[in-house]
């Protein structure tokens, strides 16, 4: 298994902002990623965050928005640039676990975001 | 339509009770599947992990996949107020090395005294 843990837990931004948010893992993991989960609907992958390469972004998901750094193998961030309301969700990052046979993944607690 | 249809809820039942909690599919190329554990203000944990289709049992829990239905189940027995949770299915259609989840939005479970 794997630890995570996720700063901010939350925040409540203007809209126009942009929110850095940071997920640190207490072991080295290849694969790390990044979700959205908003009222009612399913958790919705962002981004794969690729260690030493650009993200690899999801239909519907574009770098300008949510640039995306992975300087290391256990540390990862997510911004949410030129915040709106719809913006408004909670951001989850999870890590998979090399060596298994199956996409087990283990996600931080979240980061709540409301964007005013 | 969604890849994943999982019925919101919120489902609520006495203590003691059995829980069957259900998800639909339309990609056939799903061979894992998952079911996920929230409690609110938390992330998700997994609970149950099967492999095609079958039945995998853990403790009161146990996890069916029929592949040729397109349909997952999860049932809890003797149901405690500590399962109080939403409840996730989540799919993938390979084996490791990072390949998405495809999760359903969720059912809401409340286990009253």
């Known amino acids: 298994s794997a630890v995570i843990s996720q700063k901010p837990s939350r925040d409540i931004c203007q809209r126009g902002t942009s929110l850095t948010i940071q997920c640190q893992v207490d072991?080295?993991?290849?694969?790390m990623f990044w979700y959205r989960q908003q009222p009612g609907q399913s958790l919705t992958l962002i981004a794969t965050?690729?260690?030493?390469?650009?993200?690899?972004?999801e239909s519907g998901f574009v770098i300008d928005k949510f640039p995306i750094s992975r300087p290391n193998l256990t540390f990862s961030t997510l911004t949410v640039s030129n915040m709106s309301p719809e913006d408004s969700s909670i951001y989850l990052c999870?890590?998979?676990?090399?060596?298994?046979?199956?996409?087990?993944?283990?996600f931080g607690p979240g980061t709540r975001l409301t964007v005013l | 339509q969604k890849e994943v249809e999982q019925d919101p809820g919120p489902l609520s039942v006495p203590e003691g009770a059995i829980v069957s909690l259900n998800c639909t599919y339309s990609?056939?190329?799903?061979?894992?599947f998952m079911w996920y554990r929230q409690y609110s203000r938390k992330g998700p944990e997994l609970l149950m992990y099967?492999?095609?289709?079958g039945n995998k049992e853990d403790g009161r829990f146990t996890a069916q996949v029929d592949k040729s239905s397109k349909y997952i189940s999860l049932f809890i027995r003797d149901s405690q107020p500590s399962d109080s949770a939403t409840y996730l299915c989540?799919?993938?259609?390979?084996?490791?090395?990072?390949?998405?989840?495809?999760f359903g939005t969720g059912t809401q479970l409340k286990v009253e005294l």
């Open positions: 989540a799919m993938s259609g390979v084996t490791g090395g990072g390949n998405k989840l495809t």
């Open positions: 999870s890590v998979e676990t090399g060596g298994r046979s199956y996409n087990e993944q283990f």
């Open positions: 965050a690729n260690q030493g390469s650009e993200a690899t972004y």
């Open positions: 072991s080295q993991v290849t694969m």
């Open positions: 990609n056939s190329a799903f061979q894992y």
């Open positions: 099967t492999y095609s289709s």
